[in-house]
């Protein structure tokens, strides 16, 4: 595939933890579940994870909607932050993203 070292990642709060549940849920949002993670689990380790794992917000006020993506290199860096609501962001993004594709190949 074009972006074989390409992987999407969805933090969910509510606690799915079925397998079948996430399936229907992934259905629902068109996301390809063979590059398209979803993580789930406790309150505390999800936002444990955007606090100190994406940097999005603080212990006290942890953002777990938000308009932003974050950029992850395949060793675990954050590479960047994008707007999901501003054009030159999406632009940013895709550059980004075939860029870091292109060296980790």
Known sequence: AKHDHLQHLSDIYNQIKELELLKKYA????????????????????????????KMGDEEEIVFHSSRFALVDHEGNLRGYYSGTEPMDHENLTRDIHSLVKKIK
Do not use: C, P
Request: glycine share 8%.
């Open 27 to 54: 259905k629902r949002y068109d996301a390809d579940i063979s590059t398209w993670s979803f993580v789930t689990g406790k309150y505390e380790q999800i936002q444990e994870l955007i606090a100190n794992g994406f």
